[in-house]
T-cell receptor
Framework: DQQVKQNSPSLSVQEGRISILNCDYT??????FLWYKKYPAEGPTFLIS?????DKNEDGRFTVFLNKSAKHLSLHIVPSQPGDSAVYFC????????????FGTGTRLKVLA | DTAVSQTPKYLVTQMGNDKSIKCEQN?????MYWYKQDSKKFLKIMFS???????INETVPNRFSPKSPDKAHLNLHINSLELGDSAVYFC????????????FGEGSWLTVV
């Protein structure tokens, strides 16, 4: 039962354009969401997070949007750079104290120079 | 100075052997995790410890036994290794349960032959 889904396994974007990565979740108890970036042979590294009390959070080139009614979040990268080429995972957690993060299956982003 | 470090990074071993992966975090976090990334690249939680106490034990064969001697360490011991145990195992830590950012180690690539 996949509670966090990233339906696009891969995405190619031209350098300088916007990359939009999508994530859907099914559990309405999730209220904290994170995005991670992963290069080959390395561990996932934290990018940006959002709490369910917000619908947008921005950090430099990265913006995460949350649509609670649709149970959907997206990560926007503007402008995309070749160094952004990696696998991106979204993750969700529920009520504080559950000590559990559920990850999506990842989207491989390739930024073309 | 690595925040979450795990050893070994690569491990090739024969079926039936017993092996351990060690993990240490220097972030002062109270919660540590083991995640498994299988051939489908799906990051799935195995165990979570909070202040040395087991909090989460997902559906994992009891050949896998985590041990947390203190808050900064969470080791994973695997008995009677099987071919299907081949995967990348990530250690991680966070502060504040599922409200904090989770930080990952670089992963341990286990290959069972």
């Amino acid at each position: 039962d996949q509670q966090v889904k990233q339906n696009s396994p891969s995405l190619s974007v031209q350098e300088g354009r916007i990359s939009i990565l999508n994530c859907d979740y099914t559990n309405s108890m999730f209220d904290y969401f994170l995005w991670y970036k992963k290069y080959p042979a390395e561990g996932p590294t934290f990018l940006i997070s959002i709490s369910s009390i917000k619908d947008k959070n921005e950090d430099g080139r990265f913006t995460v949007f949350l649509n609670k009614s649709a149970k959907h979040l997206s990560l926007h990268i503007v402008p995309s750079q070749p160094g952004d080429s990696a696998v991106y995972f979204c993750a969700a957690s529920g009520t504080s104290g559950t000590y559990k993060y559920i990850f999506g299956t990842g989207t491989r982003l390739k930024v073309l120079a | 100075d690595t925040a979450v470090s795990q050893t070994p990074k690569y491990l090739v071993t024969q079926m039936g052997n017993d092996k351990s992966i060690k993990c240490e975090q220097n972030l002062g976090h109270d919660t540590m995790y083991w995640y498994k990334q299988d051939s489908k690249k799906f990051l799935k939680i195995m165990f979570s410890y909070n202040n040395k106490e087991l909090i989460i034990n997902e559906t994992v064969p009891n050949r896998f036994s985590p041990k947390s001697p203190d808050k900064a360490h969470l080791n994973l011991h695997i008995n009677s290794l099987e071919l299907g145990d081949s995967a990348v195992y990530f250690c991680a830590s966070s502060q504040g349960g599922s409200r904090g950012t989770i930080y990952f180690g670089e992963g341990s690539w286990l290959t069972v032959v």
